[in-house]
């Protein structure tokens, strides 16, 4: 990689998408930069990062002035192109299929539905000073429940990782999303031992990378229980 730049990413650690990047660059030794965007303080709204990405959104890669934006292509780019092992985006083409089939599945269930929790328990209490609807949070909190129980029954199985014997992109992505309502000290994989099993093995697979990533939630967990 003589010649070439580290890889730069814009990203904010409050953002579930942004710790996956995070942690995979991390936790693969990947030289790389990390520009902070505070989404809180409208930081993705500037002139320069509107320049950067139009729908003023992290994460961003720019890797020797390629501009890459959605976590779903920068985390595979980033496995195809240094030195990662191939395990977290495999070769073999029904195994790549596999954690595609799980990625695009990610983006209309896991995402929305663990994030919606989140904006209801967290963010909109925050911005309304006004405690969260008990109706739609209970909403939300089905279809969660649905989601996870696809997760447990379709893509986990009988299965360590999501996609097979070893971790992947998928469980990354995975992770990121449900570990998001910690940020309002709620466990969504209460009462779930598969999931439970299953976070424990991603969060050794990964080892310090995941805490540090996730560090900024915790934070806001441990700021949210000093106020109650
Ligand atoms: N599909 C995109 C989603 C990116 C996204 O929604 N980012 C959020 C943070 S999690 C964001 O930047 N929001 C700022 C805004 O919408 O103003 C990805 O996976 O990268």
């Given at each position: 990689?003589?010649?070439?730049?580290?890889?730069?990413?814009?990203?904010?650690?409050?953002?579930?998408?942004?710790?996956?990047?995070?942690?995979?660059?991390?936790?693969?030794?990947?030289?790389?930069?990390?520009?902070?965007?505070?989404?809180?303080?409208?930081?993705?709204?500037?002139?320069?990062?509107?320049?950067?990405?139009?729908?003023?959104?992290?994460?961003?890669?720019?890797?020797?002035?390629?501009?890459?934006?959605?976590?779903?292509?920068?985390?595979?780019?980033?496995?195809?192109?240094?030195?990662?092992?191939?395990?977290?985006?495999?070769?073999?083409?029904?195994?790549?299929?596999?954690?595609?089939?799980?990625?695009?599945?990610?983006?209309?269930?896991?995402?929305?539905?663990a994030a919606k929790v989140f904006?209801?328990?967290?963010?909109?209490?925050?911005?309304?000073?006004?405690?969260?609807?008990?109706?739609?949070?209970?909403?939300?909190?089905?279809?969660?429940?649905?989601?996870?129980?696809?997760?447990?029954?379709?893509?986990?199985?009988?299965q360590p990782f999501l996609c097979?014997?070893?971790?992947?992109?998928?469980?990354?992505?995975?992770?990121?999303?449900?570990?998001?309502?910690?940020?309002?000290?709620?466990?969504?994989?209460?009462?779930?031992?598969?999931?439970?099993?299953?976070?424990?093995?991603?969060?050794?697979?990964?080892?310090?990378?995941?805490?540090?990533?996730?560090?900024?939630?915790?934070?806001?967990?441990?700021?949210?229980?000093?106020?109650?």
């Amino acid at each position: 990689m003589t010649g070439r730049k580290a890889v730069e990413v814009y990203l904010d650690l409050l953002s579930q998408p942004c710790r996956a990047v995070h942690i995979l660059l991390n936790y693969n030794r990947v030289p790389h930069s990390v520009r902070t965007v505070a989404l809180r303080r409208g930081e993705n709204k500037t002139p320069e990062f509107t320049k950067l990405n139009l729908m003023q959104k992290v994460p961003v890669m720019v890797d020797n002035g390629f501009v890459l934006t959605e976590s779903d292509a920068i985390l595979k780019y980033l496995v195809s192109r240094y030195d990662i092992p191939q395990h977290w985006y495999p070769r073999q083409l029904e195994r790549r299929a596999r954690v595609d089939e799980y990625t695009a599945w990610h983006h209309t269930h896991t995402r929305p539905h663990a994030a919606k929790v989140f904006i209801l328990e967290v963010l909109l209490p925050r911005m309304m000073g006004s405690p969260p609807d008990p109706v739609k949070l209970s909403r939300a909190l089905a279809e969660l429940g649905e989601t996870l129980d696809r997760l447990e029954s379709m893509f986990l199985k009988r299965q360590p990782f999501l996609c097979g014997d070893d971790i992947t992109l998928a469980d990354l992505l995975a992770i990121c999303e449900l570990m998001q309502p910690v940020g309002g000290d709620r466990d969504v994989l209460e009462n779930r031992p598969q999931l439970q099993q299953w976070r424990r093995r991603v969060q050794s697979a990964l080892g310090e990378s995941f805490d540090q990533a996730h560090a900024v939630l915790y934070a806001l967990r441990d700021r949210n229980k000093a106020k109650l």
